[in-house]
């Protein structure tokens, strides 16, 4: 494995450990300490994330062009990191949403340059392994900061402002192997400086449309985890102990993203996809139904193999489609895709809490994920019927 992966992976652990010591804490800080309800929180969470994905239809692009996906890398872990301590001081609402738009911005600017990146980095037969492999060193941050939020919760007698300052820390630290422990293949360097042009989303292939249809319809299946935390703390789960949701969530999730990546290197991609939208449809109906902490646990565990077994997989999906010179364009094009169907999927979701309960907001995620797994089958049942009738 390419030590670019590994630095990148590293990366995104620390980010990782930073912003989920915070957000495995923020939705409560929101609805319980600044009088936030549902549906402004399904608002926040959905245009932060559109706001991300917006933003990286232009930056996957532009690092296209330049032929510098480390520097816009950069630039977008740093606006993250300078945004962690406005959480802490925030006094209003307003506060909360203009640093998670800030720092949705930095997410915007970093991601598509970096799975880019990491698609140039990798060889062919580890791409899958690659993508994997920094998603699982991801989620090992997604685990640690809950963990360390729990602890520190216990520590400082519920002191959630103080929690938000320490986890200032693991930001600074992951800007700073960026900056100094990546680097960019040289070969990308003589690439760049290619016209940016809108008709290059025309260039294209069936294939990577269709990847990209999938994932919008499956995304409105998977709105925001912040929902995961209330539907917890609405069966019963103690304050302190609430981040250990995302704990669960991702403990699952960092042990089946690398080896879902390595597996479908070996034997196809549609196939762990497939098995992946099950795992969501079990967690949807599990979460829609369960009364306890227990069931709340165990749909969240299904949550999690779900991410496992996608998340890595339709960013492969795209390196695999998109032209080698387009892939940052391409991965722009997808996560534009993703982030406007998870607007629409938190708003709606937000809103039906408000109106009708958790157990439809789930119910309604279900029935979406039904309608992603019947496409999916559908395009592997028509690739298969193809490649027998050009033998």
């Not at 494995?1 to 915070?22: A, H, K, R, T, Y």
């Not at 232009?58 to 993250?80: N, Q």
């Not at 403990?251 to 290197?265: H, K, M, N, T």
Request: aromatic share 10%; with cysteine; hydrophobic share 55%.
């Amino acid at each position: 494995m390419p030590s670019g992966v590994w630095m990148l992976g590293f990366v995104s652990m620390f980010m990782d450990i930073s912003s989920e010591m915070i957000h495995a804490l923020l939705p409560v800080f929101l609805v319980t300490t600044l009088g936030a309800s549902a549906l402004t929180l399904g608002l926040i969470e959905g245009i932060a994330e559109a706001i991300a994905n917006v933003t990286k239809l232009f930056s996957g692009g532009l690092s296209d062009w330049l032929g510098r996906r480390k520097l816009l890398t950069t630039v977008g872990y740093g606006l993250a990191a300078l945004t962690k301590p406005v959480f802490p001081l925030a006094a209003t609402i307003g506060w909360v949403v203009a640093a998670r738009f800030i720092d949705r911005i930095g997410k915007g600017v970093r991601d598509a340059p970096r799975d880019a990146l990491i698609a140039d980095i990798a060889p062919p037969d580890l791409r899958g392994a690659s993508f994997g492999l920094r998603q699982s060193l991801d989620t090992v941050g997604a685990v640690v900061g809950p963990l360390a939020a729990i602890a520190l919760m216990a520590l400082s007698s519920d002191n959630i402002r103080l929690v938000f300052w320490i986890a200032v820390v693991p930001a600074l630290a992951s800007l700073g192997i960026m900056i100094f422990g990546v680097r960019e293949p040289p070969q990308h360097h003589a690439e760049g400086k290619e016209r940016l042009r809108l008709s290059d989303a025309g260039l294209m292939p069936v294939a990577f449309w269709m990847a990209t249809g999938i994932a919008i319809i499956f995304t409105f299946a998977r709105f925001s985890e912040a929902f995961l935390i209330l539907r917890a703390q609405h069966t019963g789960l103690p304050l302190a102990f609430v981040p250990s949701v995302m704990v669960v969530m991702n403990i699952v999730y960092a042990g089946s993203a690398y080896p879902a990546g390595v597996l479908s290197d070996r034997i196809g991609r549609t196939g762990l996809l497939s098995m992946g939208i099950a795992c969501l449809i079990s967690a949807d109906l599990i979460l829609a139904f369960g009364t306890t902490v227990a069931s709340v646990m165990l749909g969240v565990l299904f949550w999690g193999l779900h991410m496992g077994l996608t998340q890595g997989l339709f960013a492969s999906l795209v390196a695999d489609t998109a032209p080698a010179r387009l892939r940052g364009t391409g991965f722009g094009i997808f996560s534009f895709a993703q982030g406007i169907a998870m607007l629409v999927a938190s708003v709606v979701a937000g809103g039906l809490w408000d109106g009708y309960g958790p157990k439809l907001t789930f119910a309604a995620g279900s029935c979406f994920a039904a309608i992603a797994l019947i496409t999916l089958l559908l395009w592997r049942w028509r690739i298969g019927k193809n490649a027998v009738g050009s033998m």
